[in-house]
């Protein structure tokens, strides 16, 4: 879903965060113009023979910041806008940082997230970055783009050109994005709640105060301003939302606006979809939740038995039964199911980035294409154990892997798969490979034997394999866990390859 759409208050939202590293400041005068490290370009298969009906496939189109060696946890997005005219703002954060399970109480100190805002072109180079980085870390962009402003928000908040990522302002307002005005409000740790104020991002400049509208603490206001309408959480012990007519001397024009006061979640995923639950928690079962056309009041779906919605700080999106699968808002059809969690959805658009295992992004397009998926033999030429290695990691076994003793499989035509030191198994087998060369994707069932304790492993087990030489070019490499063994290997299970 676009987030220039108010992101609202969100009750059923799960969360998820990646970590990522730093990068050098070039000089104010001249935008620095660099190739993403070791990327994987557009991807141009030869074409895939015509072999029954067209279908639509989500094709692994290119990386965004790949890093540029694969043993190392880098370059990781915290939030992702592409641009109409091609090429992204991105936030890469400074200091990525995942850690092991521990038996201990706690699994380390907590390290905030500090980002870096840098402009890409179509292909993925940087060609501009945010010059203060010493002042300001970002973590969160809103994009105006026919304004030429990037608002990018933290400790605080900067409006940035979007050419140069010079600094225009700077607030301690947050902004909600509707058309081409930022609804800026004060997000307040403590009481009392405050106002908001219609703002022109470039200038920061006030067009409309709207003192009566009260923002209370660490909450998010939600504006329909085609119904003369705002939301925010009440500060009131006995209600769940308060609605404001946002010009006081007329009134709300949302039709149904009767049964939505009713609610005790709203979540705002368009300007023309919202999702609403009218039950709270308890009783040991989620509460239903309905997809409704705002326009009309009429419910396009209903959830009973699982959560709809996936909201973090930079992406929200109607899901499936899990995380992973993407339902069209529009009609809650069934839409992409995902390799690991996005860092940018727009179905709208057809652009889905999601983020790859050892930091950077893949971007993954829609298009019509011909071809079904098949499978491929699992052909096994070694394994063992790579205790450097942590977490799950596919990667060339080109003689470059973080892994000794599997050293003298390396080859052409060969992957290395390590289920890291996560999950406490010594043990795992690969069990099925599918290829789907419409979409470029390598998917790898994974059984995963049983874990010994509640503690990371400590070997790390590892399997080198050798893929047939028809499959040449760029792959987007998924790792999923057999039934019986969901979420086992966490959601950093996808990576791209280049095979030649």
């Known amino acids: 879903m676009k987030r220039s759409v108010a992101l609202a208050i969100v009750l059923v939202a799960v969360g998820s965060c990646t970590p990522a590293a730093d990068a050098p400041s070039s000089p104010r005068s001249a935008p620095v113009v660099q190739a993403s490290a070791a990327p994987v370009a557009e991807t141009s298969p030869a074409p895939v023979a015509p072999t029954g009906p067209s279908r639509v496939v989500w094709r692994f189109a290119q990386t965004l910041l790949l890093p540029p060696d694969p043993n190392v946890y880098a370059n990781v997005l915290l939030d992702v806008e592409p641009l109409d005219g091609g090429g992204w703002v991105v936030v890469q954060d400074r200091s990525p940082v995942r850690r092991l399970p521990t038996r201990g109480p706690s699994g380390g ?32 962009v809103v994009l105006f783009e026919r304004s030429g402003v990037v608002v990018a928000e933290g400790a605080g908040t900067r409006g940035l050109d979007l050419q140069t990522l010079d600094t225009l302002w700077s607030s301690d307002a947050e902004c ?36 009566h509208v009260q923002v209370g603490q660490l909450t998010t206001p939600m504006i329909l301003s085609d119904w003369n309408l705002a939301i925010a959480r009440s500060l009131a012990p006995d209600r769940s939302f308060e609605f404001f007519p946002l010009d006081p001397t007329a009134p709300i024009t949302l039709p ?167 999950t406490d198994t010594d043990a795992f087998e690969i069990t099925r ?23 990371a492993a400590q070997r790390a087990p590892t399997q080198v394999i050798e893929l047939p030489a028809a499959l040449r070019g760029s792959w987007l490499v998924a790792l999923e866990p057999e039934p019986g063994t969901p979420g086992a290997l966490g959601f950093s299970t996808a990576f791209a390859l280049d095979l030649r």
Not at 359 to 382: C, D, F, M, N, Q
């Open 433 to 455: 490979i599918s290829v789907d060369e419409a979409a470029r994707r390598l998917t790898l069932g994974v059984r995963i034997g049983e874990a010994h304790s509640n503690g």
């Open 176 to 211: 909600v994005a509707v058309v081409d005005r930022c609804y800026a409000y004060y997000p307040a740790v403590l009481p009392p709640g405050g106002p908001v104020e219609e703002r022109e991002p470039r200038s920061f400049t006030v067009f409309r105060r709207y003192p």
């Open 256 to 422: 149904w606006i009767g049964r939505l006061r009713q609610a005790k979640s709203i979540l705002l995923l368009s300007a023309d979809r919202v999702v609403v639950s009218y039950e709270g928690w308890g009783n040991g079962r989620l509460p239903k939740s309905e997809l409704i056309d705002i326009p009309t009041g009429d419910v396009v779906a209903s959830f009973d038995d699982w959560l709809p919605v996936f909201a973090n700080q930079s992406v929200v999106y109607l899901q499936g039964a899990t995380p992973l699968q993407v339902l069209d808002p529009r009609d809650a059809a069934l839409g992409p199911g995902l390799p690991t969690l996005p860092v940018y959805v727009s179905l709208e658009k057809g652009i889905i980035v999601v983020r790859l295992g050892n930091g950077g992004a893949a971007v993954l397009r829609r298009e019509a294409a011909y071809g079904s998926e098949y499978a491929v033999p699992v052909t096994k030429i070694a394994e063992g154990f790579c205790p450097s290695i942590d977490f799950a990691r596919v990667q060339l076994a080109d003689g470059t892997a973080d892994c000794a003793s599997l050293a003298g499989a390396a080859g052409a035509r060969r992957i290395l798969v390590s289920i890291g030191r996560e």
């Open 109 to 140: 100190p907590f390290t905030p997230r500090r980002g870096s805002l840098m402009r890409l072109d179509p292909s993925g180079a940087i060609v501009a970055r945010q010059q203060d980085v010493q002042t300001f870390a970002p973590t969160h």
